[in-house]
C-alpha cells in the first residue's frame, strides 16, 4: 500500500476554507500560550474550560512523569493502581456524602452516557424496564457523543443528527433575561419549574432520570440560574421517583465559587458526571458517581453494568488529579477564586448600563457579557469579528455567539485579568451594529 500524500489535521468545529489557519502554540505557563511565533497569549477560557491551576502546572507535571516511570497503563476491570485507589479517596472527600460509587471513564461525553445508561439500567433491574426515558432541559449542552448530543438541546451541533438523537422530554431552562413563561425575576416564584413538573406528573411512571447542568448552562451561553430552580428541581424528581443527574463537567472544581455547584443550592444529585478540571487541564478523564441505592441494583449476574472504555482510570490521569486536588489543599486557591470573583463583579459593573449589552451574568469564577445582537445566538455575524480581535489583542476568548465569556485559570493575576475586559471594552465597541 503506497502512503498518502497528505493528512491533514481537522480541528473541531472548523469550516474548511473560512478559517484561517490554526495558530501554532509551542509552549505553555501559567494564564499563557506561546505561539512558534514569538506570540504570548492570555488564555482567558483556561482552554475550553479545563485547566484549573496553569499550564504546565509543576507539581502536576512532575506527577505525570513520576507516574509514566511507575505504572503506564492496566486495565480497571479486575485490577487497580495506586492513583485510582488515591484519586478516589481524594474525591470522597469532596462529594457530596450520599455518592459513595464512582465509575470512571475518558471525558465529560463519556461520563454523560454512562450517568445516562445508569439511570436506565438502574431502573430495568429494579424490575422497571418502561422507566427509560429522559427529561432535559432547553438550552443544555451534554457533549458531543450520541447519547450526550441526544440530551444536549437542539443546536447546529445537533442539527446533522436526527436520527443518531434518541426522544426526550424537553423542559424550560431558568433562562430569566428571557424567560420562557414572560416573568420577572425580581417578582417570579419559578413558575419556569411548572413545565417540568407537568412533564413529570403525566410521565413519570416512564421516566429513568432529569438531567441538568447544575446552576449554570455552559455552551448554551453561560446562562445562570436562580438557586431557587435547582432546588426545585430536586425536589420535584424525589416527589415523582426519577433520578436527578448533576452534570458538573463544567461547573465542578470550584470554578462557580464552591467546589460543585449543587453544594451551593445545597442539593445532592443521584449521579454525579466530572471531567474537565479534573486533571488540572492536563489529561482526558471522566467520572460518573452515584449513590448506594443505585449500586445496590446492580449485584447480580444479569444485573452487570456492561460498560467500559480501554483506558478508563489510566494511572497518568489518575495521578494528575490527585496533584491537581493537592493544590486545593496545600495553596490558597479559594482565595484566588474570591479574588477573581470579587474582580469580575468590579468589572462587569460598567457593561450592565453599557447600551450594546443585553445582561451581564456572573458566578464565581465565570462571567458572561451577552451583546444585543440582531442575530443573536452561536453562529451570530460578531462572533468571528470578536474572536480575531481578542486574539490580536493576545487574548484568547471564545464568544459562544454573541455572548462573551471570561473562564481564566484560577492563576490569572489582577493586572491580566484587568487586561482582559479593558480588551473586551474595546472589542464591544467595534462589534456595536453602526
Ligand atoms: N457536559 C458539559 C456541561 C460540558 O460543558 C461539556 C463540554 O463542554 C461536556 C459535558 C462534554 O465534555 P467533553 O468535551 O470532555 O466530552
Not at 421516566?207 to 453561560?222: D, K, N
Not at 463583579?345 to 464565581?364: A, D, K, T, Y
Not at 485579568?417 to 480588551?423: A, G
Request: charged residues 20%.
Amino acid at each position: 500500500m503506497s502512503a498518502a500524500t497528505t493528512l491533514s489535521i481537522w480541528h473541531p468545529f472548523t469550516q474548511a476554507h473560512i478559517d484561517p489557519r490554526p495558530l501554532q502554540v509551542c509552549r505553555a505557563s501559567g494564564t499563557y500560550l506561546y505561539t512558534t511565533d514569538g506570540g504570548r497569549i492570555i488564555d482567558a477560557i483556561s482552554s475550553w474550560w479545563v485547566n484549573l491551576h496553569g499550564h504546565c502546572h509543576p507539581r502536576i507535571a512532575n506527577a505525570i512523569a513520576a507516574q509514566a516511570q511507575t505504572l503506564d497503563h492496566v486495565l480497571l476491570a479486575g485490577f487497580s493502581h495506586p492513583p485510582v485507589e488515591r484519586l478516589t479517596e481524594k474525591l470522597r472527600q469532596i462529594v457530596p456524602d450520599v455518592l459513595t460509587n464512582i465509575f470512571y471513564s475518558d471525558d465529560g461525553s463519556t461520563a454523560v452516557e454512562v450517568a445516562l445508561k445508569l439511570a436506565v439500567q438502574y431502573w430495568a433491574n429494579l424490575g422497571r424496564p418502561e422507566k427509560h426515558e429522559i427529561v432535559a432541559l432547553e438550552h443544555a449542552y451534554h457533549g458531543d457523543t450520541a447519547g450526550a448530543m441526544s440530551v444536549s438541546a437542539d443546536s447546529g451541533f445537533t442539527q446533522p443528527f436526527p436520527h443518531l438523537r434518541f426522544p426526550v422530554h424537553r423542559v424550560n431552562s431558568a433562562y430569566c433575561s428571557r424567560c420562557p413563561v414572560g416573568k420577572q425575576r425580581n417578582e417570579c416564584a419559578i413558575e419556569c419549574l411548572e413545565a417540568l413538573k407537568n412533564t413529570l406528573e403525566k410521565n413519570s411512571r416512564n421516566i429513568a432520570a432529569v438531567i441538568v447542568e447544575p446552576l449554570l448552562q455552559g455552551a448554551g451561553g453561560m446562562i445562570v440560574h436562580p438557586v431557587e430552580f435547582l432546588q426545585g428541581i430536586r425536589r420535584l424528581c424525589d416527589e415523582y421517583s426519577v433520578l436527578l443527574i448533576a452534570d458538573e463537567v463544567l461547573t465542578g472544581f470550584g470554578r462557580c465559587g464552591k467546589m460543585f455547584a449543587c453544594d451551593i443550592a445545597g442539593i445532592a444529585p443521584d449521579l454525579m458526571c466530572l471531567s474537565k478540571g479534573i486533571t488540572g487541564g492536563f489529561l482526558p478523564l471522566g467520572a460518573t458517581l452515584c449513590t448506594e441505592s443505585i449500586r445496590a441494583e446492580f449485584v447480580g449476574p444479569h444485573q452487570v453494568f456492561f460498560h467500559g472504555h480501554s483506558y478508563t482510570a489510566n494511572p497518568l490521569a489518575c495521578a494528575a488529579a490527585v496533584a491537581n486536588l493537592e493544590i486545593f489543599d496545600s495553596d490558597e486557591v479559594w482565595q484566588r477564586i474570591h479574588a477573581i470573583t470579587a474582580r469580575h463583579e468590579q468589572r462587569l459593573l460598567p457593561f450592565r448600563s453599557n447600551s450594546n449589552v443585553h445582561e451581564v451574568r456572573q458566578i464565581g469564577t465565570i462571567a458572561a457579557i451577552e451583546l444585543k445582537a440582531p442575530d443573536a445566538g452561536y453562529f451570530s455575524a460578531v462572533k468571528p469579528r470578536l474572536y480575531e480581535f481578542f486574539l490580536k489583542r493576545g487574548v484568547l476568548l471564545r464568544p459562544l455567539g454573541h455572548v462573551i465569556y471570561v473562564l481564566p485559570p484560577y492563576c490569572i493575576g489582577a493586572e491580566d485579568l484587568n487586561y482582559v475586559y479593558d480588551v473586551i471594552e474595546e472589542g464591544i465597541e467595534l462589534a456595536a451594529p453602526r
